[in-house]
């Protein structure tokens, strides 16, 4: 804020005169720097229609440091002339003078002087005319006293190459009274403070207008991961939908939870180097539920259960290989083996979501990691349509309501149904997850009732 | 997925009509398949060389059908189509013969022992009279490479050699020989090389050389050679060129060598069901012999129709629909499985023919059916499954810290749980063999070499990806990491952890450590030694010398907080200070009312359940009942049938009003369906059996009907027949011997937990006010000589400091005492000898337990 005094005493200018003030004048006036009043008319400018100042620039030749000093003693060459005696003077006397060496080519020039090179005693200099006229210092001077306009333009030029003068341009405002003009005025506050809430000023006081037009500050705060947001949500339609929360807390999982139970032949593809992450350290799963991994393999092996089996040479060691487990249905068959060895058998419905891992290069459609989502449920007679129909009330709830069903294959599941939404913005038929009703060569070793039926569906997460 | 390509045009001739595209696809849908790619060889070249190499390519539209991996019979032009047609009802479902030669002798294929070292097996068969085509020959050649990649696993599990018959003379013989031994003419090649050269020549070959490492490292080469010692080929590699089929052969020798002989089976009986469509006597196949090498001899192919019998009442109650068995057997016709209802009952009898060697199961069957009657034709109904929704407790407090943490302004970040090992180790200034770590044997980037046993590595890594953000950088993960644990079945188990770091120009520990603070506060444990919670010094080469600390709860260390060391910050090319956290979470799981579910499994089976025999299908009747006695007599006897007979005669149950397990248990007593002339007990024979289904689930019974079958004299024989197809039956009396004895373990271990189990003690809780001389005393001093004061049936617990005015605070302090051995006189008589700081002892509170 501007010294208030400079702020009053301007408006009171204003206020005497009726079409205006120039801020310079009043500068000059008032013998302060034209600065500082343009500081006050900007802060007058910022408390709203005061007054009203209109920029106006000029332009004007003012003398430079030199040019100050000319006017005042001189030009270099008449001071030159003048300071030679008629019987002359010796050039490295005149040259030890500090205008000699300028004011002695000048002289020259305008053939003031002469030199006399052959003088005993070395050069020496004589006046040649009886008296001169200076005239730079005479234009300067009129420059001085403001009468720049008696100059002829290619002599302000002459001297401004000479450095004597220079145009300056001087920006001033011209300064009216605003509609709310007063003499007297209160500074607008920018915010409320817990001193006028106390005292109640703020009744009193004008605010600043806000700009509405920024941006706020960013608040200061963390977010949760995007894709554990999505995660909350499926475990969320999981919980309402009555499904219990399956143990996948074990990344590393035998070849036999993982494929053998499932009914998953050794020779499968999945089961290849360059698809599943093996270990080597720990390397095998030293313990298995020794009468189940018997029916395991005999129906494998030999069939049974209904089932003509895949006919080859089981073995456990294929069996006990660890992995990084390829799919959470791992858990699945841990949880159902569970449930089979059971006194009763109860109706369940598990669900999970975690982590799997395939042994891929990594691409914009690849993961070696991503993220399962699997729903299981077991009961007496369940069908076909029951699994529809359960696919149906979880997809609605995820806001997906056209579905249709295409017959697949998977080794551990029969029947086999991709399950396909309709896209509204892409126009077509997309996958979105694969289900279908575990094959009894899954089930029944377990110990699973015969007339149980476990339906499943699942899908990722990263989708 | 296999995906087949076969001209658009072709199909359509073939299927008699034509499609548009959509038309296409959806058939396709409705049958299983999917048509995945409409395209042209130009453009498949075009795309994948330039379009320069494309100009001169053909542009006949191509389909590209992705098929089951299952269906074998769907991987070309001929296969499709009858599959499609059938489907459509079009065509019927052919029928494939093997036929014997005309005349003469079928070919024979003789192995030799010195097979059984490097591929044992082999089948054979002629097809007579075939006439190719270019389209037809390129479809013959296509389906034996599919095959190769599909169900012959690149041609480890069996490979597929297809002669002109007529350039060569049998009897063949397959034997294996060193490879310097084998010298002949490669198909393509123009001079003879021995196999030893071939494997050097088909090193580089874009094709072959995947082959090559299936023989590469044996003693002895397969190969298969004619009565006059041309060879056929060296299986899996290559064909000799002497025998090969050109569009003007007539009779083709097919041979399949293989290591898996059940696979080498299908494969031939789909190479000859697919082609003998074109032979003079369409779907006709001639026998070959093969000699095995104990003198045995097979004759295939073997084109084997199987009948399996289910009823329409099992696939109506799969499926969830209502059909006829008529309708059923309908179905299943249009799936190439010729079937019809038998007349008994609702029951079917499904013939499986040679091509649909994916049928296994019943359920296969069912599956079927089901697409016959189309998949979005069945009504989507709601199972009644009543269950009650549990979380996994780990998870809940997973979920509940996240939210808090992500409120207390740290950014959650996603980490992958594989890693490499000097993430893990030497960036953290550690060495891996101390990581507990679990290694992956076949990473394909050193980006997954291990199994991530610490969450810090992901956050450096993802701070250093977000160097560029406004700082300071704060983020959290709440994920598992992988240690090795002798303790479990796999050898390794999670660990879920709570990791955090702040990256700023100043270390921020004070900030970490107020996070910790803060999770604690959540975790509802109090800062305070003992039963709380409180961080000690500790030396850890991963932080800032003096800078870390160990965090400690209950006692017990659950990780460590700290500056992190510069030389840690610059191995993550990072360039501020950074401190971080890192804790388990698993020992602030609280208890629940509710079972907790476990991935660990019994290695016990305690309950024994019945296995049905390998004979008995999906509908065979529950197996026979243990014991036949009951009060009513033995149910085995007429008798005994008798007397239920007439106890039934003025009842609907043996036990109330409503079936019950009583029902059931005499239900199972009878061994048969009782004869017509009981007619009340037949009558409720029948009306029990139709509970059948939802048998487990009727009340028990309220007394015993069925009596103990009496323990069998017979002794478990332990040279009992390994090859005895019964799968479990047999086991019978092993098992319930078995179950007896561990029955008789588990009990005597419940005897011996249940004496060791001490009587019941009589305790108190006290809290005891103790009260210091001055303001001046120093109270942790005095704590501290409070809880040196130790006894046997003594144990401290939590304490707190109250005000009691002018400054002076006194100590409140609980503790349990066994009754009998502690006295509270005795108590204050050892606190008050502390006479240096305690003034006064009083009980402020006495509650027996």
């Known amino acids: 804020m501007a010294d208030a005094g400079v702020v009053e005493t301007l408006l009171r200018r204003i206020e005497k005169v009726d079409d205006g003030v120039d801020s310079l004048e009043v500068a000059n006036s008032l013998g302060v720097d034209h600065q500082v009043i343009v500081g006050a008319v900007k802060s007058l400018q910022s408390v709203g229609d005061v007054i009203s100042a209109e920029l106006r620039s000029s332009k004007h030749w003012e003398l430079t440091e030199e040019g100050m000093e000319i006017a005042e003693n001189g030009s270099h060459e008449a001071r030159v002339f003048s300071s030679i005696p008629l019987e002359g003077l010796a050039q490295s006397e005149l040259m030890k003078l500090s205008f000699g060496k300028i004011g002695f080519s000048k002289a020259m020039s305008s053939k003031w002087i002469r030199v006399d090179k052959t003088h005993e005693g070395g050069p020496r200099i004589f006046r040649t005319v009886e008296s001169i006229e200076d005239q ?6 009129l420059v001085q006293k403001g009468n720049t306009s008696q100059l002829e333009e290619k002599e302000k030029n002459e001297l401004k190459k000479r450095k004597l003068l220079s145009e300056v341009t001087v920006k001033t405002y011209w300064i009216t009274k605003g509609n709310s003009f007063s003499t007297t005025i209160t500074k607008q506050e920018t915010e409320l403070t817990p001193e006028m809430i106390a005292t109640g000023n703020w009744k009193e006081k004008k605010f600043k207008p806000y700009n509405f037009e920024a941006m706020g500050v960013a608040p200061d705060s963390g977010h949760l991961h995007p894709l554990m947001k999505v995660r909350t949500q499926f475990r969320q339609i999981f919980l309402e939908m009555g499904f219990t929360e399956m143990p996948t807390n074990n990344f590393i999982e035998s070849s036999f939870w993982n494929f053998d139970s499932l009914f998953q032949p050794q020779q499968h593809p999945a089961r290849d180097q360059h698809d599943t992450f093996f270990l080597s350290d720990p390397a095998l799963a030293h313990e298995f539920p020794q009468d189940y991994l018997e029916r395991v393999k005999k129906v494998h092996s030999e069939g049974g259960f209904g089932s003509q089996g895949y006919k080859y040479d089981w073995k456990i060691e294929e069996a006990q290989k660890n992995i990084l487990r390829t799919h959470t249905t791992a858990v699945s068959a841990r949880m159902l083996y569970k449930l089979a060895q059971q006194e009763k058998f109860t109706p369940v419905k598990y669900f999970s979501i975690d982590r799997v891992f395939r042994n891929e290069t990594l691409d914009a459609t690849h993961l070696a990691e991503f993220h399962q989502i699997e729903g299981v449920v077991a009961d007496y007679g369940l069908t076909l349509g029951d699994l529809m129909g359960i696919l149906h009330q979880f997809f609605t709830k995820l806001g997906i309501t056209k579905l249709r069903f295409k017959p697949a294959y998977n080794p551990y599941t029969e029947p086999s149904m991709e399950v396909f939404s309709y896209h509204e913005g892409l126009k077509k038929w997309v996958e979105v997850g694969n289900s279908g009703v575990f094959r009894p060569e899954m089930l029944l070793p377990m110990g699973l009732p015969e007339d149980v039926s476990v339906i499943a569906w699942g899908l990722s997460l990263e989708r | 997925m296999p995906t087949v390509g076969v001209k658009r045009d072709l199909l359509f001739k073939a299927l008699g009509r034509t499609y548009t595209d959509e038309e296409f696809d959806e058939l396709c849908f409705e049958f299983g398949l999917e048509l995945d790619e409409i395209t042209s060889e130009k453009e498949i070249i075009s795309r994948e060389q330039g379009d320069s190499k494309a100009s001169g390519a053909s542009d006949i539209i191509l389909y590209k059908i992705d098929v089951p991996a299952n269906r074998y019979d769907l991987l070309c032009l001929e296969g499709l189509v009858r599959g499609l047609q059938v489907f459509k009802n079009k065509l019927e479902a052919p029928r494939y013969r093997r036929v014997s030669p005309i005349s003469g002798e079928p070919q024979k294929l003789i192995i030799t022992k010195a097979t059984a070292a490097v591929r044992p097996h082999a089948v054979a068969a002629v097809l007579r009279n075939i006439t190719f085509t270019q389209e037809r020959y390129d479809s013959f050649i296509e389906l034996q490479e599919k095959l190769h990649q599909n169900i012959c696993r690149k041609r480890s599990l069996v490979a597929i050699g297809t002669h002109d018959l007529d350039t060569i003379s049998g009897p063949f013989t397959y034997t294996a020989k060193p490879p310097g031994d084998i010298c002949f003419k490669p198909l393509n090649q123009t001079k003879e090389y021995t196999a030893t050269q071939l494997m050097s020549l088909y090193k580089t070959d874009s094709h072959l050389r995947h082959y090559l490492h299936i023989i590469e ?43 898996d002989v059940t696979k080498a089976k299908i494969v031939l009986d789909m190479m000859v069901t697919m082609f003998s469509e074109y032979c003079s006597q369409p779907f006709t196949v001639e026998e070959a012999e093969v000699v095995y090498p104990d003198g045995r001899t097979c004759i295939y192919p073997e084109l084997a129709y199987r009948k399996e019998k289910l009823t329409s009442e099992f696939i109506n109650r799969k499926v969830g629909i209502n059909e006829s068995t008529e309708k059923i057997a309908q179905l299943l016709t249009r799936m190439c499985l010729r079937s019809q209802a038998t007349g008994v009952g609702d029951e079917i009898e499904v013939e499986i023919p040679p091509t649909r060697s994916d049928v296994i199961h ?11 009657y189309g998949f979005n034709n069945i009504t989507r109904t709601t199972p009644r499954t009543y269950t009650v929704a549990n979380q996994f407790p780990l998870n809940k407090l997973t979920e509940l810290l996240r939210q808090d943490l992500a409120a207390a302004g740290f950014t959650e970040a996603l980490n992958f749980a594989l890693c490499s090992q000097e993430d893990i180790a030497d960036k953290l200034g550690k060495k891996i063999s101390e990581t507990k770590a679990a290694h992956i044997s076949n990473p394909k980037t050193a980006e997954f070499q291990v199994a991530r046993t610490t969450l810090l590595p992901g956050l450096l890594k993802t701070i250093a990806a977000n160097r560029k953000m406004p700082l300071p950088l ?3 993960e709440i994920s598992d990491v992988v240690l090795k644990d002798e303790t479990k079945d796999v050898g390794a188990s999670n660990s879920r952890r709570f990791c955090a770091v702040y990256y700023n120009k100043s270390p921020g520990f004070e900030v970490i450590h107020g996070l910790l603070d803060r999770t604690m506060q959540l975790l509802e444990v109090q800062p305070a030694c003992g039963e709380g919670y409180h961080i000690q010094a500790a030396d850890d080469s991963t932080f800032f010398p003096g800078r870390c600390a160990e965090i400690f709860v209950r006692g017990k260390s659950v990780g460590r907080l700290g500056v992190l060391h510069p030389d840690v910050i610059n191995r993550f090319e990072l360039t501020m200070p950074c401190s971080a956290l890192e804790m388990d979470i698993e020992p602030f799981l609280g208890h629940t009312a509710e079972t907790l579910l476990t ?9 024994k359940h019945k296995f049905p025999t390998r004979n008995g299908s999906c509908q065979a009747p529950a197996p026979g009942p243990t014991s036949t006695k009951t009060v009513f007599g033995d149910m085995s006897t007429p008798a005994g049938l008798k007397a239920l007979n007439d106890f039934l005669a003025d009842k609907s149950y043996i036990e109330g009003f409503a079936a019950s397990q009583a029902d059931i248990a005499v239900f199972d007593a009878i ?18 059996k139709s509970f059948q289904r939802e048998r487990a689930g009727l009340p028990s019974a309220m007394s015993q009907f069925v009596l103990p079958a009496i323990p069998p004299a017979s002794t478990h024989n332990a040279s009992d027949d390994d090859d005895d197809i019964d799968l479990f039956g047999s086991d019978d009396e092993a098992e319930s011997v078995e179950a007896a004895r561990i029955k008789e373990q588990r009990l005597a271990e419940y005897a011996a937990k249940k004496s060791k189990k001490p009587a019941l003690i009589a305790k108190s809780s006290i809290l005891l006010d103790v009260k210091p001389w001055d303001d001046e005393t120093d109270m942790t001093k005095l704590e501290e000589c409070v809880r040196s004061v130790s006894m046997d049936g003594l144990l401290w617990g939590q304490s707190k400091l109250v005000p009691v005015g002018y400054g002076i605070k006194k100590l409140q302090i609980g503790c349990v005492v066994e009754d009998d051995k502690v006295g509270t006189d005795l108590l204050e008589e050892a606190i008050t000898a502390f006479e240096e700081y305690v003034q006064s002892v009083d009980v402020a509170a006495f509650n027996k337990i």
């Open chain 1, 136 to 141: 730079v210092r005479e234009k300067l001077l």
């Open chain 2, 217 to 259: 490292d044996k003693p002895v080469y397969p190969v298969i050679y004619d009565s006059n010692g041309i060879v056929l080929s060296m299986p899996p590699i290559i064909n000799g060129d002497h025998s090969k089929i050109s569009l003007k052969t007539k009779n083709v020798f097919i041979e399949c060598t293989a290591t």
């Open chain 2, 362 to 372: 019943a359920c296969d069957i069912m599956e079927d059916a089901a697409i016959a």
């Open chain 2, 474 to 476: 704060k983020l959290f």
């Open chain 2, 599 to 607: 991935h660990d499994v019994p290695m016990q089976e305690v309950i």
């Open chain 2, 671 to 688: 061994p048969s369906a009782p004869p017509l002339t009981l007619c009340h007990l037949l009558r409720w024979y029948s009306h029990i």
